[in-house]
């Protein structure tokens, strides 16, 4: 008996040792890195299962959740208003965090915390970032949980909406979009001689640049012209210029790359000479609106996200000007791209948290909340039945910025589709505009880096 | 300034101090051994070779930091302009008040002392009782686990980033105080100096404490750590130095601005899209994060430039 | 054992009194060597296994792909970014050294205020680097800021600091010297201090000028701290992050081996398992420039 006893013991003494050391090893192997595998096969495609995501039936939402914000345009004030309206409205507490001052930023968060960082229940996904996290699998599509949440979508701009779907689902709703816009100084408009609006082509504004160039002396700008800042955005705006010649990053809808094209090349020898040969135009360093609001440059291109900022720091110094982006030789319009941010729900949360944020989406972008946002940043209403017309009252520049929806162009996929490429193009740009490399040599290379880009990191999670 | 600081104290004196003989102390020694001994100088040389290079010098290095005081208290179209603004016509406290209504400069402040706080005592008391035990216990291996300590000196902390972020998230320590403090905790550095510091102490002192029967948590608390105050200090007061400058650590394991100390959330205040130059905010930001340095700094820099050169030079 | 009783007894108390000395040095010494094992040496074991991975961070999954991500290094980043690494190290250590003997050279004389001037001098040493990469992109700034106003004046137009590699390379040297070349002065300065006064006045009663002097008998006597200084600040310059993130966040010229990994891992790219082969690289540089100054310090401590 005794002895049996101890030999029990002893056993289940070796048991719990046993079990220590597999929990052990566990939870160091937990703690070490990602599990491997030893061909492609467990890159693990994304969710392209669930059309409509998870179902929500009999789910009640969470009391309090969380969403990361850059706060695009300063919104940090009327989000956290609008946030508080919708606590009184539904109970439900939305903790603002602010993860970052970039979409960059915000993604890096959100993307570490894939590995056991407290994920939120709400992000900021910009046109750039979404798409990585459809493709690691780690937002939800949104049918369901919207539809549970009573949001329907019919009634958001079909064009910004659209830009969230792939195979069918819905990645995330938009929120804080965008279009870029033409701003112009109209006091040196004026000095030059020139019609107070932009110019309709670019082949147009080559030839009103050398009589801003001419009015400096009055001016004292530095340039006629200031290409936005080159990180980040380049191949943001200058997808304006590229689809004017009849050129693209890649073909529309396609990932078939075309930035090596003729139509592509001669755009951004235009944009070259500008700054190269006709020295007409510079290069922001940080900011061009803010060169603008400064008076070193009389024209620029930037996101109508910056509109508010921009009359703000300008006070009454002078009078800014704004309008659609200029067309090119082989096109006028659709020649806009739109841009900015929407909002997605995290895979690894809680249903009920999903389901909260999914109403708070709905509120976040009701039309009385979307125009009220617009009214404090310059980002665009993004419900089609929203009253703008008090907006329009109060700041009619936003008015441009709203008929531009109209005539806008879903982006490129190779620029928001492919991880990394917005940076390998504005690299690219950066080499042609600031160090003298050739267009067509520089796009060649651009071209084999982006194919790259595709077949390692993005085809195989699409098959 | 972490890791050259900390190499001050690194391996390579232990030859210097061994060669002079000393375990002489020179910390405190401002013998002025002046070159110009030869004979006095003429007036030109004092005044090219000394007066005006040192004058150049040192408005190099106060005028940056002026002009971000001055920053600081300008509006943004003073800033956003091409005419240059010397002195602010207005001057305000608008550029704090902006950036305390971006992030919460408060939380990141506290943050921030709480981070070096913890941090600091945690470091300098781990760091008295390992050099104590360097110095005075014995231990089989005890040579080659010191050695090991020392050549952490040469590992920076920056090429751990990827596996201590995965650490510390698998163990759920993502933006919380401990997954900012703990993976900095062990210190190589502190542990050499006060090592090289408590092995000067007067041995024969001790040993008579030993023979009244004085055991070695009181010989540590009641000799070692008097006698040693000032090393102690300079340690302290680099680690102190240290955690509060900390960026890329906190800038990676922290999300939002309930746990970001003060020179991560500072890179929070630059906005990309809308409000242009935010300069006067981001200048109110920098003078928030240098200041308490600078201050500490300037009360007590003879125990931080001492450390460092004793440490250097023996 | 009842054999050996009467030296048993002393034996033992001795062998206790060295088990509760182990055991004191254990508790003294683990919690900072456990520290040090987990977070600094454990590391450079598992960057090596995952620089054999092909692995997005956060991702649960990886693939093993053996030496691909070393292969895609030397063939396509390497040239660029050895080249920053080298270029910065050389510039910014050269630079802070060179500036700093002066400034320790002028220091060393009889002045007045020569103490508050050490302070300042020293002082960019300690502040944080996000807070003075700020203060000098403000400087910088090529229209709103107070350089490009100066140049202005003279009719100039300010460079593209932020756009050209070159220039944004050239910028953060400038402010990475100004802000570290103040440790050199200050070590310079307490190695010219401690020149004995009899060697120099023998030499001036020899009838050897100044730079003669300087030559033949300072700059051999204060070589050791050359040495010293030459290994600390490379060390230093290898690992610089804050100024290079906050000047030039998207690393355009700027991108050091430092840099590098941490853009992999932490900017637009996550790709964890590259990031690990750049910072493995790193770290062999590191051991190689460890091993050349233990062996170079073993010579000096017989030779010298």
New interface residues.
Partial sequence: MLHDASRAAISRRSLLGLIGLGAGAAALSAC?????????A???SASADAVGGPSFDGVTPAKTISFWSNHPGSSQAITQSIIDKFKAESGITVNLVTAGSTY?DV??KF?????GGQLPDLVVLSDVWWFRYFM?D?IIPLGNVLKAAKVDLSDYRQGLVADYQYKDSQWAVPWARSTPLFYYNKSHFKAAGLPDRAPATWGEFATWAPKLMAARSTTKA?YAYEHPA???YAGWTLQNILWGYGGGWSKKDSFDITCDSDPSVKALSYVADSVNKEKWAG?A??SST??LA?G?CSATIESTGSLVGVQKAVGSRFDVGVGFLPGGPVSTKPVCPTGGCGVGIPKGVDKANQLAAAKFIGFLTNPENTVSFSAATGYLPVRTSADTSSLLAKNPLIGTAIKQLDVTRTQDWARVFL??A??EM??SV?AI???GAGVDATMKTLRTTLEGIYT?QVKPHLS | ?S???T??G???????A??RGGRKD?SG???????????P?PWTR?VF???L??II??L???L??L??VL?SFKTADE??????VLWPHHPSFAAYANASAKVNFPQLFMNSVLVTAVGATVKVV??I??A???AF????G?RI?FL??L??L??????????????IAGMGGVNTYWGII???????FG?FLLRQNFMSLPIDVLEAAEMDGAG?LSRLFRMVVPMSTPAIATVALVTI?DE??N??WP??ITTDDSRMT???G??LLKNIEGDP?A?PI??A???V??LP??IV??FL?RY??AG??QG??K | MSASGTIAGPRRRLNRR?LR??L??????L??????A???????I??V??SM????????????IGLGNYREFFTKDAGAVLGTTLIFTVVTVGGSMLIGL??A???????I??NP????????????????G??????F????G?LA??L?KFGA?SP??????GLSLTMVIIVYI?K?L??CA??Y?????????DL??AA?LDGAG?SR??RSI?WPLIS??T???L???I??S??S??LI??MT??G?GTTTL?YA??LQ??????R?GY??AI??I??VI??I??VF??RF?ER??YY?
């Fill in positions: 070490s890195g990602p599990s491997t595998s030893a061909s492609g467990g890159a693990g960059e993604a890096q993307q570490s915390a894939q590995a690691q780690s530095k080159l990180a980040g290069v360093s940080t803010d060169d400064a070193a991880p990394g917005d940076q504005a690299k950066a505009l600031t160090q390692s | 300034m890791l050259a600081l190499r001050a690194g391996p390579a004196i232990v030859g210097n061994e060669r020179h020694h401002e013998a002025t051994v002046d070159e110009s001994i030869v004979g100088d004092r070779g000394g007066y290079p040192l010098a040192c190099i290095i106060v940056p930091l002009w971000m920053g800033v956003i302009t091409q005419d240059l781990l760091a009782t390992s104590y035990a360097f216990l014995r231990f089989p005890k686990i090991a300590i050549v952490a040469m590992v920076p902390s920056q090429v751990s980033l990827v596996p201590n972020y995965i650490t703990l993976p900095g905790l062990g210190t190589a542990t070695h130095v509060w400058n960026y890329i800038l990676v003060l020179p991560v500072l890179t130059s300069y981001l200048m930001g920098a003078v994060v240098i340095v600078l700094f300037l820099q931080i430039v460092l050169t250097a030079v | 060295r000395e182990s004191l040095f254990v508790a003294f010494v919690p900072n060597a456990a520290l040090i987990v977070f600094t040496y454990r590391p450079l598992l960057n296994w995952y991975l092909d692995w997005t961070l956060g991702s649960a999954r990886a693939t093993f002066g400034l050279v002028v220091l060393n004389r009889r002045l205020g020569r001037a050490r302070a300042t001098v020293f002082a960019p040493y300690v502040l944080s680097g996000v807070g003075v700020l203060v000098w992109t403000f400087i700034d090529p229209v709103g107070v106003a100066v202005r137009s593209q600091w932020f756009l050209q590699p100004w570290n103040g440790y200050v070590i300065l307490a190695a010219l201090q401690a020149v004995p006064r120099l006045e001036a100044r002097t300087f300072v050791p701290t040495f010293f200084l290994m600390t600040t060390l230093s290898l690992q992050f804050d993130r906050i966040p998207m355009q430092m990994s941490y891992a932490f900017g637009g790219y996550n964890a990031s690990s910072s493995t790193l770290v590191l051991l420039l460890t100054q233990m310090l000096k401590v010298a």
